[in-house]
């Protein structure tokens, strides 16, 4: 069954630093794969999404990531965090059936 | 440009009590859609999703339907709401292009006392 494990619950980076939110996957086939983002009491947002082509996918409001089959990860980057950044965090994969399966999601706290 | 609708955004309902949410898509036609209920600010359950008018699949058996009278509204309903039940529920979209991410709607927050 396809899957995604995102191992940490909560990421705590500086402003201004880089930033990365982990995400692996265990997909039959090739995976589809997502990032979401989900402000207090609001809906999740769609940020980017590998489905095929180059390795790194650029997304909205800075973020991008990049698919590594090797070692089956999807990890969201940002080369310079801010304080706005703070959410959560979800990463899907795409399944057969036109579904989506969603990691546990991780808490991104950005400090001034 | 697509929206999603929902609502209500909040609701306070007592045990036994029946259940009606409502989720609208705007500026598309044939969308697949999705109900998800999302408890304790985490992790997200997949709870019934639609391909037409009046195709539902559950995902998980439980107090709660799902019905689909129109091309964009998919309604999520209980006769008998449980303490369980409480949760942010989500409705999402998806096109019926090659577009494989969904969009959600801003959610409603259910409580039941």
């Known amino acids: 069954a396809q899957s995604v494990a995102q191992p940490e619950d909560q990421v705590n980076v500086a402003e201004g630093n880089p930033l990365t939110v982990k995400c692996t996957y265990s997909?039959?086939?090739?995976?589809?794969l997502f990032w979401y983002v989900q402000y207090p009491n609001r809906g999740l947002q769609f940020l980017l999404k590998?489905?095929?082509?180059?390795?790194l996918v650029k997304g909205s409001y800075g973020f991008e990531a990049e698919f590594n089959k090797s070692q089956t990860s999807f990890h969201l980057k940002k080369p310079s965090a801010l304080v706005s950044d703070s959410a959560l965090y979800f990463c899907a994969v795409n399944t057969r059936f036109q579904k989506l399966v969603f990691g546990t999601g991780t808490r991104l706290l950005v400090s001034p | 440009s697509q929206t999603i609708h929902q609502w209500p955004a909040t609701l306070v309902q007592p045990v036994g009590s029946p259940l009606s949410l409502e989720c609208t898509v705007e500026g598309t036609s044939n969308p697949n859609l999705y109900w998800y209920r999302q408890a304790a600010g985490r992790g997200l359950q997949l709870l019934f999703y639609?391909?037409?008018?009046?195709?539902i699949s559950s995902e998980v058996p439980q107090n709660l339907s799902a019905s689909r009278p129109q091309d964009r509204q998919f309604i999520l309903s209980s006769k008998k709401l449980l303490l369980s039940d409480s949760g942010f529920y989500l409705c999402?979209?998806?096109?019926?292009?090659?577009?494989?991410?969904?969009?959600f709607g801003p959610g409603t927050r259910l409580t039941v006392t």
């Open positions: 639609s391909v037409g008018i009046g195709q």
């Open positions: 590998y489905i095929t082509g180059d390795n």
């Open positions: 999402a979209w998806r096109g019926p292009s090659a577009s494989y991410e969904q969009y």
């Open positions: 997909v039959s086939g090739n995976p589809y």
